[in-house]
């Protein structure tokens, strides 16, 4: 009978989450621990003492015998990947399904080794994810390429044909077909000259590229291309990537350009200043998208800092910790945290990670709230006049956007008055009526007017043009007015300008009166006496301090709170039957708030789930989940859970 120590020792082998074999010097099994059991169907009694070509009889294990000589005699380390080495074992997971492995080959003991582990490693979860990934990364590249306007071909290392997208089927008169496996040079008129560069190319010189190149149609007429490439290897060797650019249009223009007489100079002037200003323009999108993505990045780190610090201020605010001046050091710290929560929100209002939700905005109260920023932006030398109509309706929009397009209206207009002037920020209703552009009905229009240089009529007839600009190079991205145009005409309403030289310029935004002249927001909470709850919340999140401060949140609510740190051990607890809410993070290492969410619709569907996240990229992934953005007080937290029942 095995002591205390053995029976351990084999418990805790058979809890493993992992395949434990073990070999003697002549590949006979000595310990077969339970996972293996269940994966392979094979008890440990008819494993001990065979070998694993016996226990397997239909796989080829040339591989891990060879990785077993040399664990026992050199003492050497192996893993066998399933990307190398697929289905070694013919194993199953718990669903009967195939079981993708890795297996790893290492001594026991000191020399001289008398035993070797082999440890199977399960990856199907991770594998299924690279699969499901690759696929959509290369359905996402095949559809860039077939929608590419420029002809793109893929050849192999003998320089044949192994992709061809449309447009490179139309330049050369081939259908996609018959391009396959024909040799590219051979479409060439000078084969030689595309040879010798793809050569150079395959040796890591880049020094004769990019290549112009003359090509022979089906037909035979004659295309001449500017081609581009670059080199790269898979699985089956190495390959060539060619980018065919027509320029027939340049070589037709160079022609002609040769033929005029003195106007030459004053053409390739302005062919130059063209060039200048799309490559320009190119750099002012490649811009703003950068700093678009490192604002978004860094304000969904601000929430998840934020979150702990307004959460935990606010639970400390409500139990009435300190005395009445600690009391109102606390206030003002939740003041400062909801001024750093709102320039989060605009900040990924800019990078476009928030998206469009139109609800009843009070224009008085955002033109009132955003007038300090405003002033602090366009400096003391311009004098801000307020002038907002008394019982202006709501309107239907987007209070982040507003708040970043009317402060975008104010930069224009500081720019518009070197000097200084007067910027003045208005608010009134409006009808439209039948002969109007924009839908009949009721209307706020929100206004911003400079008394600056203005804009004559052809330039006010190109201020909403995307990339247009009249701050001069490095000054302006000439996208503010677009995307204010595009904004006002997502939410149903308009953009109109009126300007004249030396008159300044005024800027209307019309929006659609909200429907019942809308609630305000703070209205519409219920107190937090309505909201309680009772019973057990599973509450998931990696962060701790988030997780903390949720807690706390939810125990004043009147919830009972189970903390889960990950999404693969909360599901551990989702059998709990006294569970009555799942409240989890989105974003965690391993199994995300999305996929937990999934999971718990499958195992328990009678339990709400409210998903909380830092920004909008769950639209894209579970539109149909409620979700909580942070940061948020205990007020907000009970307002999204009395919306679930």
């Not at 002609?256 to 130059?272: H, K």
């Not at 309107?395 to 008055?417: I, S």
Request: proline content about 5%; charged content about 25%; overall charge negative.
């Amino acid at each position: 009978m095995p002591g205390p120590d053995a029976a351990l020792n084999s418990a805790v082998l058979d809890a493993l989450d992992t395949g434990i074999v073990v070999l003697d010097a002549g590949g006979h099994v000595t310990l077969w621990n339970d996972w293996m059991f269940r994966a392979s169907g094979v008890e440990a009694p008819a494993a001990l003492g065979r070998t694993l070509n016996a226990i397997f009889p239909g796989s080829s294990l040339l591989r891990l015998d060879g990785a077993m000589r040399e664990a026992l005699e050199a003492g050497a380390s192996s893993v066998l990947t399933q990307a190398l080495h697929p289905r070694l074992f013919p194993l199953k997971t718990r669903s009967g399904q195939e079981l993708i492995h890795n297996v790893a080959v290492r001594p026991v003991g000191e020399k001289p080794y008398h035993s070797c582990l082999v440890q199977v490693l399960d990856v199907t979860v991770s594998t299924e994810r690279e699969r499901v990934l690759r696929k959509r990364q290369n359905a996402r590249y095949d559809a860039v390429v077939d929608s590419a306007p420029d002809p793109i071909v893929t050849v192999d290392a003998e320089g044949r044909i192994q992709m061809a997208n449309p447009a490179a089927a139309r330049e050369l008169g081939f259908n996609g077909v018959e391009l396959i496996g024909q040799r590219l040079g051979a479409l060439l008129e000078a084969p030689e000259t595309w040879e010798s560069a793809l050569r150079s190319l395959m040796q890591g010189e880049t020094s004769s590229w990019p290549l112009e190149v003359t090509a022979l149609r089906k037909d035979g007429s004659r295309s001449f291309l500017d081609v581009s490439a670059s080199v790269w290897s898979s699985g089956s060797g190495w390959f060539v990537t060619a980018i065919l650019r027509d320029v027939n249009q340049r070589r037709a223009d160079e022609a002609a350009l040769r033929a005029l007489n003195e106007s030459l100079e004053d053409r390739v002037r302005e062919r130059t200043a063209e060039l200048e200003r799309a490559h320009e323009q190119l750099r002012q999108s490649q811009k703003v998208e950068a700093i678009g993505q490192l604002t978004g990045g860094i304000a969904h780190d601000f929430n998840n800092l934020l979150t702990p610090i307004l959460g935990g201020l606010d639970v400390v605010q409500r139990r009435g910790v300190g005395d009445e001046r600690a009391q109102r050091l606390i206030e003002g710290a939740l003041q400062s945290a909801e001024r750093a929560r709102t320039l989060v929100q605009r900040l990924l209002a800019f990078a476009r990670r928030q998206p469009l939700q139109p609800t009843a905005v009070d224009i008085a109260k955002l033109v009132n709230d955003m007038s300090e920023l405003v002033g602090s932006t366009i400096g003391p030398r311009i004098r801000i006049v307020q002038d907002v109509a008394e019982g202006l309706p709501s309107a239907r929009a987007d209070v982040n956007q507003m708040e970043m397009a009317l402060l975008n209206l104010a930069v224009n207009a500081r720019d518009a008055m070197p000097d200084g002037g007067v910027l003045t920020i208005s608010a009134r209703a409006a009808d439209a009526g039948p002969k109007s552009k924009l839908s009949p009905g009721r209307y706020v229009v929100l206004a911003v007017s400079d008394t600056g240089h203005g804009m004559d009529e052809a330039t006010l007839g190109r201020a909403i043009e995307p990339f247009f600009s009249t701050k001069g190079i490095g000054k302006g991205t000439g996208l503010g007015l677009s995307m204010i145009h595009g904004l006002a005409a997502q939410l149903g309403g308009s953009l109109e300008i009126s300007s004249a030289p030396g008159m300044g310029t005024n800027v209307e935004i019309w929006l659609p009166a909200a429907a019942g002249d809308g609630a305000k927001a703070e209205e519409a909470v219920a107190t937090l006496d309505d909201e309680r709850g009772a019973g057990h919340v599973l509450l998931v999140d990696d962060e701790d301090l988030i997780r903390s401060a949720t807690a706390q949140m939810l125990g004043d609510l009147g919830y009972t709170v189970i903390e889960a740190s990950s999404g693969q051990a909360a599901l551990q607890r989702l059998e709990d039957p006294r569970l009555v809410l799942v409240v989890t993070d989105h974003l965690m290492p391993g199994m995300t708030g999305t996929e937990l969410a999934r999971e718990c619709q499958t195992t328990r569907p009678e339990l709400p789930i409210l998903i909380i996240s830092g920004y909008a990229d769950l639209d894209e992934v579970a539109p149909d989940l409620p979700r909580l953005t942070k940061p948020f007080r205990e007020a907000e937290l009970a307002s999204a859970l009395a919306a679930l029942r």
